[in-house]
């Protein structure tokens, strides 16, 4: 899943969101603090802002995110 918030990119591979093992978390881009939502067993992902308004994101393969967004800084999971 693909988030874009003024003009920079970040990227939440299903996988790492797999791996966070939370369905619901805190995070933060480019000055924005929003929360993350992931749902293990639908494989499927939305981001809110503070205020549970939904934003924009995409959802695709990520070559063809990285194909147009190569700056994209991409989320990993705590270990």
Known sequence: MGLEVEGKFK????KELSRKGENTF???????????HWDEQELNAYITDVNDK????????WFV??????????????E
């Open 54 to 61: 939904l934003l924009v994101t995409m959802t695709g393969f």
């Open 11 to 14: 990227a939440y591979l299903f």
């Open 65 to 78: 995110w990285f194909a147009f967004h190569p700056e994209t800084e991409v989320y990993e999971a705590p």
């Open 26 to 36: 805190a995070d933060a881009f480019a000055g924005i603090s929003f929360k993350v």
